[in-house]
T-cell receptor, first 114, second 111 residues
Framework: NAGVTQTPKFQVLKTGQSMTLQCAQD?????MSWYRQDPGMGLRLIHY???????DQGEVPNGYNVSRSTTEDFPLRLLSAAPSQTSVYFC?????????????FGPGTRLTVL | LAKTTQPISMDSYEGQEVNITCSHN???????ITWYQQFPSQGPRFIIQ???TKVTNEVASLFIPADRKSSTLSLPRVSLSDTAVYYC????????????FGSGTRLSIRP
């Protein structure tokens, strides 16, 4: 199993550009989520999904869109990049069983918006 | 969602036992307590999870008192490689509830 994969690893954008961060998991997990982590800070939840076709907002959803057409993929789209979106983005998937609730994180995408 | 409170930072020395306490006064009956570890430039990694009393695995122990309003992560005989940020999370297993991370505890281990 590859676990959770994210692409790209690094990205530099200019203000106003749009792009999609890719996330894929091969563990057949229903629950997936996107977090951002600013330097020296904790993780903040952007959007999450409890299954294909179902998404919901987290703590900081503004400026981001998500879709979940398959169980495996959960892309995050930046509509019009702003310098405030400079951050490291982590995707996670989760086995939400009745007795275990473990999230598996990808390696992250380091995004800089100029 | 149950809010958690942890110390912002802690320091210790190699070979010592480190205990990090997390407060979660409004924990719900169905909530579990989960701890994650994060090294620089990496995503968080699951350490341990529990509901009550004591849970132990090869990495750590988790102590939860009867009222469940707090929990303590115990790392035995730490080494320099245990330097990381540790997050305490409280939430229901299963279901559709969102999972929120707090600010975590930055643990620094010195030689």
């Amino acid at each position: 199993n590859a676990g959770v994969t994210q692409t790209p690893k690094f990205q530099v954008l200019k203000t106003g550009q749009s792009m999609t961060l890719q996330c894929a998991q091969d563990m057949n997990h229903e629950y997936m989520s996107w977090y951002r982590q600013d330097p020296g800070m904790g993780l903040r939840l952007i959007h999450y999904s409890v299954g294909a076709g179902i998404t919901d907002q987290g703590e900081v959803p503004n400026g981001y869109n998500v879709s979940r057409s398959t169980t495996e993929d959960f892309p995050l789209r930046l509509l019009s990049a702003a310098p405030s979106q400079t951050s490291v983005y982590f995707c996670a998937s989760q086995d939400r069983g009745l007795r275990t609730d473990t999230q598996y994180f990808g390696p992250g995408t380091r995004l800089t918006v100029l | 969602l149950a809010k958690t409170t942890q110390p912002i930072s802690m320091d210790s020395y190699e070979g010592q036992e480190v205990n990090i306490t997390c407060s979660h006064n409004n924990i719900a009956t169905n909530d579990y307590i989960t701890w994650y570890q994060q090294f620089p430039s990496q995503g968080p990694r699951f350490i341990i999870q529990g509901y009550k009393t004591k849970v132990t695995n090869e990495v750590a122990s988790l102590f939860i008192p009867a009222d469940r309003k707090s929990s303590t992560l115990s790392l035995p005989r730490v080494s320099l490689s245990d330097t990381a940020v540790y997050y305490c999370l409280v939430g229901r297993t299963g279901g559709a509830s969102k999972i929120i991370f707090g600010s975590g505890t930055r643990l620094s281990i010195r030689p």
